[in-house]
């Protein structure tokens, strides 16, 4: 079965610059979530999209944003990057809300 | 607000064994979901088994099964003939139909299965 895809899988940025994080939801899936998991850390919500619009707002820094794409995909863009924004951010989706969320692989930001 | 605790940061099982991972939590919505998420050592989170608050049996999947016990807001994972690849972090996961759409995640249970 398709799953979450995500892109890049690694990411190495320096401090200031500009990360931009993909995600391609399971076909069908109409809602997407981004969460930030730092080292040893739960994942923590950080907004979500629900029909390209974004549906609710977690603990996103002003300096992320994100948006939803015609085709379902999302996009998370991080800019003027902080040593403590290196996590592993997961984008997951669902078939409308509330059904179960399905988790990508995730993407390993490392800010040096 | 929603809150969702693992009281056992770490839990060791002989391999072919039956273990069990606790979880509690808060909510004051009325209609919400339990589930357990599994975090290899690959970090992939993969959902376990999902438990529908209005349900009063018990969800199971294959050798996983839970215990909700609503009252008591309790919602603990068995693991029955613990294997190898058992191994991982476990996260139990709380979403509250009516409130925020994020999941709520407890600060996990590492699971050790020993050979």
């Known amino acids: 079965a398709a799953g979450v895809i995500q892109s890049p899988r690694h990411l190495i940025k320096e401090k200031r610059e500009t990360a931009t994080l993909k995600c391609y939801p399971i076909?069908?899936?109409?809602?997407v979530y981004w969460y930030q998991q730092g080292p040893g850390q739960d994942p923590q919500f950080l907004i979500s999209?629900?029909?390209?619009?974004?549906?609710d707002k977690g603990s996103i820094p002003d300096r992320f944003s994100a948006q939803q794409f015609s085709d379902y995909h999302s996009e998370l863009n991080m800019s003027s990057l902080e040593l403590g924004d290196s996590a592993l951010y997961f984008c997951?989706?669902?078939?409308?809300?509330?059904?179960?969320?399905?988790f990508g692989p995730g993407t390993r930001l490392l800010v040096l | 607000a929603q809150t969702v605790t693992q009281s056992q940061p770490e839990m060791s099982v002989q391999e072919a064994e039956t273990v069990t991972l606790s979880c509690t939590y808060d909510?004051?919505?009325?209609?919400?979901?339990l589930f357990w998420y599994k975090q290899p050592p690959s970090r992939q989170m993969i959902l376990v088994i999902r438990?529908?608050?209005?349900?009063?049996q018990n969800a199971t999947e294959n050798r996983f099964s839970v215990n909700f016990q609503k009252a008591a807001k309790s919602f603990s994972l068995k693991i029955s003939d613990s294997q190898l690849g058992d191994a991982a972090m476990y996260f139990c996961?709380?979403?509250?139909?009516?409130?925020?759409?994020?999941?709520?995640f407890g600060k996990g249970t590492k699971l050790t299965v020993n050979p």
């Open positions: 997951a989706s669902s078939l409308s809300v509330p059904e179960t969320q399905y």
């Open positions: 076909p069908r899936h109409d809602t």
């Open positions: 999209f629900y029909e390209k619009m974004q549906s």
């Open positions: 909510t004051s919505e009325s209609d919400y979901y």
């Open positions: 438990q529908e608050a209005y349900k009063q």
């Open positions: 996961a709380l979403y509250s139909k009516g409130g925020s759409e994020k999941l709520v």
